[in-house]
């Protein structure tokens, strides 16, 4: 299905990052993962390759908010496999503490990320781009504020993208809440707000549902500039937009 396309995960070591890897690589592509963490990069592209070998498996450590380093690391991923035709923006993090870091890496990174890849697409005629957002932002979170914000503005850049750029289809996820490291370590207890949200939300969703609708929104040429929604409720589900212009009519 995906065989001689190339791809690019960031966070790409561990949840979702990890079985969207994997998942590409059932699919046939080659993938390079890009993640900060050494030892889980390490451990986890050692693992792929036993089991896809070497030869499709790409290691890269890489802090996305270090633009020299995410050039390098597109570079450095065309030179091994000749081509980048997928892009999934997938790393981030939740901090309300650390506002500034959080917009930095949830929506400045996956943004120059992007722009990085646009460059490295020239010449491809499968070129996707897949950002990780999150139903953070569609409903905001009390008292993390940053976090949905980046969540929010993700969803419109893909849309402008998508309708903005020729030859690169552009896509977006929202999972809700996923049972990922990002919600903490394992076996600690959750806060009373996300436990109550995860409650109402009816449960925790998988890694692997969530790279199902990443892969498909890649391997499906038939869309564009859309929003894809999962919640353990409704499952996958589109958000409806109007056009440009059809907003433009309701000013």
Known sequence: ????????????????????????????????????????????????????????????HCDVTDEEQVVKGFALTKETFGSVDILVNNAGITSPKEWKKTLLINLHAPMFASYTAMEYMKGSSKAVIVNVASMAGFCAIPGNESYSASKSGLIAFTRSMAQST??????????????????????????????????KQGGLLKPEQVSEGIVRLITDASLNGQVLKLTPRKGFHFEKYDSFMESLEKL
């Open 166 to 199: 020729e030859g690169i289809r552009f896509n977006c996820i929202c999972p809700s809440y996923t049972d990922t490291p990002l919600l903490g370590e394992p076996g600690k207890e959750l806060d009373s707000t996300l436990s109550f949200i995860i409650e």
């Open 1 to 60: 299905m995906l065989s001689e396309q190339s791809a690019v995960v960031t966070g790409g070591a561990q949840g979702i990052g990890l079985a969207t890897s994997r998942l590409l690589l059932q699919s046939g592509a080659k993938v390079a993962i890009f993640d900060l963490s050494k030892d889980k990069l390490s451990t986890t592209c050692d693992e792929l390759k036993r089991e896809f070998g070497t030869d499709r498996v790409l290691s890269f």
